[in-house]
């Protein structure tokens, strides 16, 4: 089946920038998604990109999509401690919808 | 990773039945479920949150009577659409965790059409 995958840990210093990468296999994806998870909660919804985007910035956030490669990316500008949570990053092609299995972001002060 | 088994994948039933979507977790003991909803063409939408043994917490807006969910076991979770009408047709996916701070893991999701 479909797959959706991501590196499990990032680790950044404060103020730094904080790139999460994220691949997938579905050709057909219609949105794509990023998700917030914090100690736990459910699942925050950041940002979304629809697939004939080639980036998308929201304040500190940057996704970058390269559709060719089944690539996506979000940069956090500036990182801060209270950006320490684990990210998810899911596709969906308005059948369903599947996730990868989250990358875990420490800031270190 | 660790594996969620959700149960039945697509279901179509009638107005007024209920439907039971079961959400396992093979691996390991999940404290916690998440019940999500998702819209067509629009993201998730968390319908409650589960602690094994206690009560679910609804989010705003989500009718407890209407999403009845159970928890009952480590590795079990129920989300049961009670009197199920046309516009509860939806994607409903569950995630499980063993605990704070740890990762989630999803289900494969339930496609409801309710006709």
């Known amino acids: 089946g479909e797959d959706v995958e991501q590196s499990l840990f990032l680790s950044v210093r404060e103020g730094d920038s904080s790139v999460i990468n994220c691949t997938y296999t579905?050709?057909?994806?219609?949105?794509l998604y990023w998700y917030k998870q914090e100690p736990g909660a459910g699942l925050q919804l950041l940002t979304y990109?629809?697939?004939?985007?080639d980036m998308k910035q929201d304040q500190r956030l940057t996704v970058l999509l390269n559709k060719k490669d089944k690539h996506l990316s979000l940069r956090i500008a500036d990182t801060q401690t209270g950006d320490s949570a684990i990210y998810f990053c899911?596709?969906?092609?308005?059948?369903?919808?599947?996730f990868g299995a989250g990358t875990r972001l420490t800031v270190k002060p | 990773g660790a594996v969620v088994s959700q149960h039945p994948s697509w279901v179509i039933c009638k107005s007024g039945t209920s439907v039971k979507i079961e959400c396992r977790s093979l691996d390991f003991q999940a404290t916690t479920m998440f019940w999500y909803r998702q819209f067509p063409k629009q993201s998730l939408m968390l319908m409650a949150t589960s602690n094994e043994g206690s009560k679910a917490t609804y989010e705003q807006g989500v009718e407890k009577d209407k999403f009845l969910i159970n928890h009952a076991s480590l590795t079990l979770s129920t989300l049961t659409v009670t009197s199920a009408h046309p516009e509860d047709s939806s994607f409903y996916i569950c995630?499980?965790?063993?605990?704070?701070?740890?990762?989630?893991?999803f289900g494969q999701g339930t496609r409801l059409t309710v006709v």
């Open positions: 579905d050709s057909s994806s219609t949105y």
């Open positions: 899911a596709e969906t092609n308005n059948n369903d919808m599947r």
């Open positions: 995630s499980a965790t063993q605990g704070i701070d740890t990762e989630a893991f």
């Open positions: 990109i629809f697939s004939n985007m």
